[in-house]
């Protein structure tokens, strides 16, 4: 009889054993209760993931008074809604003091397990949780930020919508009107400047796009060449006086600030990109601003070139200063009554990192804003900035030279024919890139090829390794929309001796021809 009763035992110690074993492995522990006492007996793996010790717990409020305070009416409504019948059973979440004095999350469930008279008996399973509140609070922040970021690019695509449909609306309207024979030259002028206006408005829209996208990618790429600095600023106040006549806005004052002890300046940098920026910070200015006007200059200090662009326009709020950097995100004032995509200083932002630079704003609704920015100042010889004297064209160098010529669209190549109709060479053109393998084995004396990347039947890439392979040292150009810089590393590795981007500008083009024939 006493074997089987200790037998009887083991078996239970061991069952207990791998009870509190398994519990340990799931970050768990039971728990039971007896009220009203408040008494607790629990299994010492609770207090051991906190870093107690079990024997300074034997009431349950030994354990609430560790309880984040946020948390302890919340779980003691569990527990009186269970014990008053109203729940089936008693569960919630809390966050207990760990010795660290950090906080863990646990998940507590537990049930009436005996009730007689005024005693109950409450017995429970509470898990260690910190974890999974951690993904789950990763993930809340996942989603928030998702929305947040569909909410922008819905605003962003509306605005650009917009943006694009202003300029063709231009584009295509006084189109239409030049039709009109009755028009006299001067009224003809008019239109067409509008229309080229329009599209250099959609143009710059489109280099905005790419420009951001270049950015977020890491493809662009900063060119450092030495510069005057008062010619780059002097040029664009040249180009603000004329805008804000073009704008409606000439009441408006353009003021350039220059240190009278520097009379000149040469400074090694991006010219354009600097330029760049100048023009996204001035023209939003002269956005923003009704009455007033727009101050901008630059001053030395020490190993920094310090800029600053202010204007006596609508300002922003606290608010908005927050976001005024981020892609797509436009300030409430703006967003109700100017146009733009919200690009412009995020861009901005994105090359003066490039640039080694920092950028930050003051501003005040009402009242206007100031922006400044910084670029490293290093100097350059006066020698070393002189521009280069523009190159004449010499088409005496393409006199008779073939030319291939592989353009799938017709409006592109009817623009080709027009701009090269003057020169002397002769052209054979392909619409598609298996036609021109095709002229390109049928015609010996082909010296250069122009050809598209985005063709039918077969792209320009794989028609340029077939020519190739036809004549080994024929001179490619890669003519294509793709603006990237890696798009153009991607050309040249492939075997294409250059590239020139869409649109084409005819002077970029002739240069290029007589480069390589």
């Given at each position: 009889m006493k074997n089987k009763k200790d037998e009887q035992k083991s078996i239970f110690l061991n069952t207990e054993e791998r009870l509190t074993i398994a519990l340990e492995a799931g970050d768990m522990a039971w728990w039971e209760m007896e009220l009203p006492s408040g008494k607790i007996v629990f299994n010492h793996n609770k207090t051991r993931m906190l870093g107690l010790k079990g024997e300074d717990f034997k009431h349950f409020q030994d354990f609430m008074n560790r309880v984040h305070p946020d948390d302890c009416?919340?779980?003691?409504?569990?527990?009186r809604d269970h014990l008053s019948g109203k729940e089936a059973m008693y569960e919630c979440e809390y966050r207990i003091k760990n010795v660290k004095g950090d906080?863990?999350?646990f998940h507590d469930a537990g049930k009436i397990v005996f009730r007689e008279g005024g005693k109950i008996l409450v017995a429970g399973i509470v898990t260690e949780i910190s974890e999974r509140k951690r993904i789950e609070t990763q993930i809340k922040e996942a989603r928030l930020q998702a929305e947040l970021a569909n909410q922008y690019k819905n605003q962003f695509l509306a605005n650009v919508s917009h943006e694009i449909r202003t300029p063709v609306s231009g584009m295509v309207g006084f189109a239409s009107l030049l039709r009109s024979e009755e028009l006299d030259s001067e009224t003809k002028k008019l239109y067409i400047d509008i229309i080229e206006s329009s599209s250099k408005q959609l143009l710059n829209l489109v280099n905005d796009i790419i420009d951001i996208s270049r950015i977020e990618a890491g493809e662009l790429k900063i060119s450092k060449a030495p510069c005057e600095l008062h010619k780059i600023l002097k040029e664009t106040e040249t180009l603000f006086e004329q805008l804000k006549h073009a704008r409606g806005k000439k009441n408006l004052s353009i003021n350039l600030n220059i240190p009278?002890?520097?009379?000149?300046?040469?400074i090694v940098t991006d010219p354009d990109r600097l330029k760049?920026?100048?023009i996204n910070l001035i023209g939003n200015a002269l956005k923003f601003t009704e009455a007033g006007g727009v101050d901008f200059g630059y001053k030395l200090e020490n190993d920094r070139l310090k800029f600053y662009v202010s204007d006596t326009g609508i300002g922003m709020s606290e608010e908005d200063l927050k976001v005024v950097f981020e892609r797509f995100k436009r300030t409430e004032h703006a967003h109700k009554k100017y146009d733009g995509t919200g690009l412009g200083l995020a861009i901005t932002k994105g090359l003066l990192d490039l640039l080694g630079g920092d950028i930050s704003v003051y501003s005040e609704v009402g009242k206007g804003s100031v922006f400044t920015f910084t670029i490293p100042y290093e100097p350059a010889k006066p020698e070393q900035a002189k521009s280069p004297k523009e190159?004449?064209?010499?088409?005496?160098?393409?006199?008779?030279?073939?030319?291939?010529?592989?353009?799938?669209?017709k409006?592109?190549?009817?623009?080709?024919?027009?701009?090269?109709?003057?020169?002397?060479?002769?052209i054979f053109w392909a619409q598609n890139g298996l036609e021109a393998v095709?002229?390109?084995s049928e015609n010996e004396g082909i010296d250069l090829v122009l050809m598209d990347i985005k063709m039918p039947l077969m792209d320009g890439e794989e028609a340029m390794q077939k020519i190739l392979a036809l004549k080994p040292g024929i001179r490619i150009v890669a003519q294509t929309a793709n603006a990237l810089s890696s798009d153009r590393e991607k050309y040249l590795e492939s075997g294409f001796v250059d590239h020139i981007s869409k649109p084409i500008d005819r002077q970029q083009l002739i240069g290029i021809m007589e480069k390589w024939v």
């Open positions: 009416e919340t779980a003691m409504k569990a527990m906080y863990q999350w009278e002890k520097d009379k000149e300046l040469f760049q920026i100048l190159k004449v064209t010499d088409t005496e160098r393409l006199l008779g030279k073939k030319i291939l010529i592989a353009e799938d669209e409006i592109n190549r009817m623009y080709l024919e027009i701009i090269l109709k003057d020169l002397p060479i002769q095709e002229i390109f």
